[in-house]
């Protein structure tokens, strides 16, 4: 199949976008980490298609970059949730429950860490330590920190997360 | 004891203390005022050096040596690079000063720039920070609105450019040559050293890595002199320890009554920290052993917690040293395997898989732990462990970067300070001993590849 006469994915605001940080790194390749995180913020993931037009941007093969971008597990190339939502599972966390926390917000949400719940809204995932063991258990959500979780607020947890969707 | 007074901390209660008004009021870029006002960079890097300022990022190197490894006259570009990547399992203490005191980092960056002669440096920080992100980045743009970065820094002939860049939730871009590699557009695939950083770093050009609370020290050094640095802390035993001087981000967290982030001397002990300042092990409960600085540097146990928590108390008592003097306590009801599993599985996952014997070693440890949390285990699983600790990471020469020493260490502590409850936990949950069969349940336990 041939996708050379399918619409581009990057946006003309998105190659903007990264371009105009060419100037701040003596190489165009030190902009592919900016690059995915431009593309990844519009879309929720970066798709296959896109990474040769990132490479074209940045003078490289598309080989360089799926490199780069497959190394970082942290880009998807199907779209996540609309929130994406890290339990952290690391030590600090886990001592004070952490670990069962992630399952019963999986469980209240219908979905396995690394799955999005079936209306797109909330994509689940563990992480490892977010730096925020003073607030063990916590949760990452987009740009929201959740503070001292625990298996009872995971109601409430949940319903904010998917208010946080709309 | 008198109480101490808060250095990199003294002003993140204030209201607004992220802004450049407040750090101003406060005294802030008083430093900067005075080494562009007829200091030379060979000067800055003398008092930093007098100071005994060590790298608080994990490895403790003298900060002032580092710099003076430097080129002093050369013709291309220098750079710096900025370690907020913050992700050692316990360890918050950059954070809090990234969003809560920016301009104080901010101006230790400018201050270490003119001492290296770097004339751009890039903030390598971790993802999950959207704050320190913002934070950081609207000090940058006061800055610049204030003749502090560009061109002709305070009408001066040094120049200086800050860029933020964000990471993407890999472990690995801690590590000062797995950052270069990312910083780069690559996969962060450490280095092999030589060449250091300082002689060939990030494209190529020398370089400086320095961590967020290094960086933080410097104007407090610059304003009030190496001899009041050196009042904090504890004193160099001889020619080879350089000491630990100067005030310290301890963070403690895991079961402990006040999680939190507490500024101290160098030196106060594990368990001094703990009781005193965290409130003591929550619940009433005892303690069982704490991890010193970060899950890489291993554990002690309660009856270790007198060692002091300087550059060379905790590697006295087995650990693999201070690392991020980050605090976690494990009460009298945590299991040692669940532990050791915790901290396995951690690096399984952060491992970048480029030397065999830690992507191995590590993921391996990870499958022998998940086999003994779920009832299968051998006595000689725990001999196995120990042979997998001690055969990966530079110590015993086998990888390129320390990730492998710091998944070692907990294996080697976990197992030494506490055999007696492995051994009796696989004796209670496979009483026959028998070799079976991996489960695949084990085997799902495996990370899937993500960092
Ligand atoms: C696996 C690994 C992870 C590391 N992570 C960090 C980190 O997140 N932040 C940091 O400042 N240093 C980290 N370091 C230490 C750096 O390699 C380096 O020593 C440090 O950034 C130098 O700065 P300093 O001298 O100011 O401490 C890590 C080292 C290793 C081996
Ligand atoms: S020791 Fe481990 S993390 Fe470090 S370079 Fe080798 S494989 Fe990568
Ligand atoms: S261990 Fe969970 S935030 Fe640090």
Redesign the pocket.
Known sequence: MSTTDAAPVLTPEMRQEICALFPRYPTKQAVTLPALHIVNEQLRCVPMRAIPEIAALLELSPAQVHDTLSFYGFFKHEPCGKVRAWVCRSISCALRGGEDVLAALGEKLHVHPGETTPDGKVTLEFGECLGLCDFAPAMLAGEKVFKNMSVDKVDEVAALLQAQAD | MPDFEPVLTANIHKPDSHTLAVYRQNGGYAAIKKVLGGMTAVEVVEVVKASGLRGRGGAGFPCGLKWSFLPKDHPGPIYMCVNADESEPGTFNNRILMELDPHQVIEGIIIGCFATRARAAYIYLRYEYPLSLRRLQAAIDECYASNLLGKNILGSDFSLDIYMHRGAAAY?CG?ET?LIESLEGKRA??RIKPPFPAIEGVFRKPTVVNNIETMACVPHIINRGADWFKTMGVPSTGPRDPGSYGPKLYCISGHIERPGCYELPLGITCRELIDRHGGGVWKGRKGKAAIPGGISMGLLAESEWDTPLDFAGPGKAGCLGLGTAAVVVLDETVSMVDFLHNSCRFFAH??????????EG?SWSERILARIKAGQGRLKDLDLLLGIAGA???MPGT??????DG?AWPIKNAINKFRDEFESYIRQTNPSGADRQEPAEALELVGLGAH
Do not use: K, N, V, Y
């Not at chain 2, 952060?350 to 065999?356: D, I």
């Not at chain 2, 990888?399 to 492998?404: M, Q, S, V």
């Open positions: 690995i590590e797995g695939w450490p952060e491992s970048c898989g480029q030397c065999t014997p830690c992507r590590t990966i990471g530079i990888t390129i970067c320390g990730l492998a998944a």
